[in-house]
T-cell receptor
Framework: GENVEQHPSTLSVQEGDSAVIKCTYSDSASNYFPWYKQELGKRPQLIIDIRSNVGEKKDQRIAVTLNKTAKHFSLHITETQPEDSAVYFCAARMNYGGSQGNLIFGKGTKLSVKP | DGGITQSPKYLFRKEGQNVTLSCEQNLNHDAMYWYRQDPGQGLRLIYYSQIVNDFQKGDIAEGYSVSREKKESFPLTVTSAQKNPTAFYLC?????????????FGNGTRLTVT
């Protein structure tokens, strides 16, 4: 089955700096890669996603890149702000010959943005 | 708020007792899920249901049971057979399991068993 590895487990940056979180997946059949943000005590919320037919996607200060050959995808946050502090989860979903599988999540990255 | 309601927010039980966690959604979503979240473990799938009256085991189903008698409801029972039940439980829903079906999560229930 699919396995998703996420690094680093913790990340501390200064306000205004960039943050990068990386994930690798094991099954080349995976075709959907969302990122979720979970603030302390709150629910995970989808912040951006990318499909396997796209190499990069941006949404304001957030971007995700996908390298299908290497089977890894990354979340990039530029000009970080204290409110970006949260746990971020990557996930991957496989395609079983047209039928979508369930999301497999990484173990999360705790991002701390210091003012 | 988000269309998925989990109750209660905090739940305390004695070891050996079964406990049921509630999850209700008004998003008209077909698929519903239960995840368990432990520190440093990410989100692990317990059970999921793609349609009423049908559900499948996830990666860590042992010691848990579910039902899906209504589209809106997907309660999770943590049985006494679950060896380490203390955790944060998240319910989620999606329009289906298609590629354009992101998960929408509830606010979670923190279960403590002593």
């Amino acid at each position: 089955g699919e396995n998703v590895e996420q690094h680093p487990s913790t990340l501390s940056v200064q306000e205004g700096d960039s943050a990068v979180i990386k994930c690798t997946y094991s099954d080349s059949a995976s075709n959907y890669f969302p990122w979720y943000k979970q603030e302390l005590g709150k629910r995970p919320q989808l912040i951006i996603d990318i499909r396997s037919n796209v190499g990069e996607k941006k949404d304001q200060r957030i971007a995700v890149t996908l390298n299908k050959t290497a089977k890894h995808f990354s979340l990039h946050i530029t000009e970080t702000q204290p409110e970006d502090s949260a746990v971020y989860f990557c996930a991957a979903r496989m395609n079983y010959g047209g039928s979508q599988g369930n999301l497999i999540f990484g173990k999360g990255t705790k991002l701390s943005v210091k003012p | 708020d988000g269309g998925i309601t989990q109750s209660p927010k905090y739940l305390f039980r004695k070891e050996g007792q079964n406990v049921t966690l509630s999850c209700e959604q008004n998003l008209n979503h077909d698929a519903m899920y239960w995840y368990r979240q432990d520190p440093g473990q990410g989100l692990r799938l317990i059970y999921y249901s793609q349609i009423v009256n049908d559900f499948q085991k996830g990666d860590i189903a042992e010691g848990y049971s579910v039902s899906r008698e209504k589209k809106e409801s997907f309660p999770l029972t943590v049985t006494s057979a679950q060896k380490n039940p203390t955790a944060f439980y998240l319910c989620a829903s999606s329009t289906g399991t298609g590629i354009n079906s992101p998960l929408h999560f509830g606010n979670g229930t923190r279960l403590t068993v002593t």
